[in-house]
């Protein structure tokens, strides 16, 4: 074996720990690790360059669809002066996809590449149901509106096409958009984002006018369910983002110049974190004063880690809150440098004043403690929020990690599963196909899945070392015999083995099952972050999504609305997520689903799927912009755990509860330590033995009883929705729930009454905490 020069440098180290040491760590035959990118400066994205052998197996013309699309193939010119706009759409497009009239669907992902250029654009793109839009990592791709541009966005990701909760995978990374030939006193805006779950906005800077009083936008999102969204800068313009939408987690934006940085139009409850603020005239500006669905403004906000600079107001009301809450507000580690007004209202009081200071913790609405039911109204001050430094950067942030994209990496970095024999053909066993790939280069090659459905009989071992792309969503289909003995679960992919340490990055997959499936621990996470390298272990725009779609035999057809508990073809997983006690985790834009309607037929569906995420880690863990929806048990589930971050965590009740009560048609477990049930109704979160937990933003949701919708009028369509037992330092900061009688129990006992905290359509509590 000849040694890789790589490794000269560290002979001394090398000696010591001995080779096979080295090679044993990296758990494969690897002779040359991927360390760093070798691809030289002016080479193009690799992305552009591999070989395209994605496919959409359910497609109804699976052979020529076709999954990657390079909008320079389709007549596209990034010439700065050709109108590209109708070479774009065709690139997305093209191939009879989801658009006008279709609503949904699983079957016809694609990915619309874009090349280095200048794309002139006169309408906008429209983004499809299922479309990833990349441009160049490298060299950053513009779309710039001409003078006369007509229509509401630069991209338009809903056009009125899609419904605005179930408009899920869409993901646009690595571009410019810039609005700045768009008369300045028009609303030119950069994106029109009316999305839900599963869909993420990355490394996009908006360039719009700089002209005073100018009418610009950078996103403008009137409504859905979402959503994460990172790494943005705005310049310029009226409103940096102009947001409604349920929820929303958006980490690390930079607004420069903009009147409003952000302008909050209504929400149940939104995280911000990492904000910087340059030159605004307010940072936050939200509605509030709404009391009613009808006019529901800004539930509540979350922010975290800012430094706003030279801007007169930090955040602003448009109206006070009376004590009824209407606004829930937390701040923390915000650091102000000339701002006079850290939080006001508008044309009314300051509620705290600013200058250049440092805000560790302040916040707006009722606060709670541990076992007293009796909240308390603030807008004050309160007790600094407890971060372990484990969660921290170097600067004292939260610490965050942008979804790896390889910019700098060649193409022969890359090893294809398909190149490698791999099917993808949603039929063929592509167990062993996948594992030999891993084996043989995990740590060598970064692995890509191209675009496909990968059936596997047995569980995936995913060494530490590995690095995993995905193409619009690259799914692993659990399937058969091995995974349908709730008895007896076993993982379909298994992420490390216990103690194993190291890098592991998952980008841009979807894990799932093939029904039944009573058995299948969808993804079992074991890695550690090496020492010294915070995030190395974690998952990007990676999501568990179970049933409700073609090939799943999970379908509407099979599973109904009227499936009974004996129906046994309908269990879709024991447990979607675990992460062992080992694990640490940085996972980013995930999503555990358990389809509550059928993405390729339409209907709600009866899916039986035990337990979403459970987590036994030490920590650290970061869960920024996840959600866990329609398990059975509970869909967060921390036991003997420490050290988590959790911001927006988001969560929805299976429909067809109490029929039945869980666990059925599930039973205990206790190799897995299923916690009491609450009554009649799954748990959002529940949290045993566990330290140091900051949940900072949840949204948690009891819409139906048996498919029912009266109980909303009532308030009460669960009694409990979130316990704490036997656990220390756990703190829950802005907290939205839906129609649960009790907002925070403890040990199983309902602590916090909803009618104390109704808040428009959801109910908010701003803190509450027990030391
Ligand atoms: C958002 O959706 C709700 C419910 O569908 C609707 O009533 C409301 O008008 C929408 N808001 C906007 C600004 O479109
Ligand atoms: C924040 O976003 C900027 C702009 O995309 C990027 O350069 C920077 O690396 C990001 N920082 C983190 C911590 O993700």
């Given amino acids: 074996m000849r040694l890789p020069s790589l490794y000269t440098s560290f002979f001394p180290l090398l000696t010591l720990l001995g080779l096979s040491t080295l090679v044993s760590a990296l758990g494969t035959s690897c002779s040359a690790p991927v360390t760093s990118g070798t691809a030289a400066a002016s080479a193009p994205f690799w992305l552009e360059q591999i070989q395209h052998q994605g496919s959409a197996p359910f497609n109804p013309n699976p052979s020529g669809y076709q999954v990657f699309r390079n909008v320079k193939n389709f007549g596209a010119k990034g010439d700065g002066v050709t109108d590209d706009t109708a070479a774009i759409n065709a690139a997305i497009s093209s191939g009879n996809r989801c658009g006008n009239g279709c609503g949904q669907s699983s079957v016809s992902p694609a990915v619309v590449y874009f090349p280095a250029g200048t794309y002139l654009v006169s309408s906008p793109v429209i983004s499809y149901y299922y479309t990833q839009l990349i441009g160049d990592a490298k060299h950053v791709p513009t779309i710039i509106a001409s003078a006369n541009f007509q229509g509401i966005a630069i991209i338009d990701a809903d056009p009125g096409w899609y419904v605005n909760q179930n408009n899920f995978y869409h993901s646009i990374r690595n571009f410019i958009l810039d609005t700045s030939r768009i008369p300045a006193s028009t609303s030119g805006t950069g994106i029109h984002w009316q999305v839900s779950q599963a869909t993420s906005l990355i490394n996009i800077v908006f360039q719009m006018s700089t002209a005073a009083g100018n009418a610009h936008q950078g996103i403008w999102m009137e409504n ?25 987690t958006v980490r690390n934006i930079t607004i420069n110049n903009a009147q409003i940085g952000v302008f909050g139009l209504w929400n149940w409850g939104w995280t911000f974190q990492g904000v910087t603020i340059n030159n605004c005239q307010i940072g936050f500006q939200l509605t509030t004063g709404g009391t009613t669905q009808d006019n529901q403004g800004v539930g509540g906000e979350a922010i975290i880690d800012v430094v706003a600079t030279n801007t007169p107001t ?31 209202v508008a044309n009314g009081a300051t509620l705290l004043s600013g200058g ?72 063929t066993d592509d167990t062993a196909a996948i594992q030999n790939v891993l084996n043989q280069f995990s740590g060598c090659k970064i692995i890509f899945f191209d675009a496909g459905v990968y059936v596997v009989t047995n569980t995936i071992t995913i060494p530490a070392g590995t690095q995993i792309v995905g193409e619009a969503w690259s799914t692993i289909l659990g399937s058969g015999s091995a995974f349908t003995d709730y008895n007896n679960p076993r993982p379909v992919i298994q992420a490390g083995t216990a103690g194993s340490t190291g890098v592991l990055e998952i980008t841009d997959m979807i894990f799932s099952t093939r029904g039944p499936a009573a ?58 997520l675990h992460l062992t006690a080992q694990s640490s985790a940085y996972l980013e834009g995930l999503w555990v689903w358990t389809a509550d309607h059928d993405l390729d037929s339409g209907p709600q569906l009866n899916l039986w799927t035990g337990r979403g995420i459970m987590s036994e880690s030490q920590g650290p863990v970061w869960l920024i912009g996840t959600a866990s929806e329609h398990a059975i048990i509970y869909q967060y589930y921390l036991n003997n755990a420490k050290n988590h971050y959790m911001g927006l965590i988001q969560t929805e009740t299976p429909y067809f509860q109490p029929n039945p009560v869980p666990p059925a048609p599930f039973i205990t477990n206790t190799a897995y330590k299923d916690p009491a049930f609450g009554p009649g109704a799954a748990w959002a979160l529940t949290v045993t033995n566990s330290q140091n937990i ?69 109910q908010t509590l701003t803190s509450w905490t027990r030391t």
Wanted: proline residues 3%.
């Fill in 224 to 248: 859905g369910s979402g959503g994460y969204m990172g790494d943005l800068v705005f310049n310029g313009g009226k409103f940096g983002m102009w947001v409604g939408n349920q929820q929303f």
């Fill in 314 to 344: 930090f955040v602003q009301f448009t109206q006070p809150s009376d004590g009824s809450l209407h606004g829930a507000l937390v701040l923390n580690n915000i650091k102000l440098n000339n701002v006079p007004t850290a939080v006001g």
């Fill in 356 to 427: 250049t200071t440092t805000i560790n913790s302040w916040a707006q609405g009722n606060v709670y403690t541990g076992t007293n039911s009796g909240g308390q109204f603030i807008q004050s001050g309160i007790n600094a929020i407890s971060k372990d430094g484990s969660l921290l950067d170097s600067a004292g942030r939260i610490f965050g990690k942008t979804h790896p994209q390889y910019a700098n990496y060649a193409p022969d970095q890359f090893i294809s599963v398909k190149s490698q024999g791999a099917k993808g053909d949603g039929q």
């Fill in 519 to 576: 058995g299948a621990v969808v993804v079992e996470w074991n890695v550690h972050d090496p020492a010294g390298q915070q995030g190395a272990a974690g998952t990007w725009d990676t999501h568990i999504i179970l049933g409700g779609k073609d090939g799943t035999n999970l379908q509407a057809s099979q599973c109904p609305t009227s499936t009974s508990t004996g129906n046994n073809n309908c269990f879709a997983a024991f447990l979607g």
């Fill in 694 to 762: 900051l949940v900072y933003g949840a949204g948690l949701y009891s819409f139906f009883q048996n498919y029912g919708q009266d109980c909303l009028n009532t308030f009460n369509c669960q009694q409990q929705i979130v316990n704490v037992d036997s656990s220390s330092s756990i703190a829950i900061y802005l907290l939205s729930t839906v129609a649960s009688q009790y907002q925070i129990s403890v040990n199983s006992q309902g602590i916090v009454p909803n009618s104390a905290n109704r808040n428009g359509f959801a």
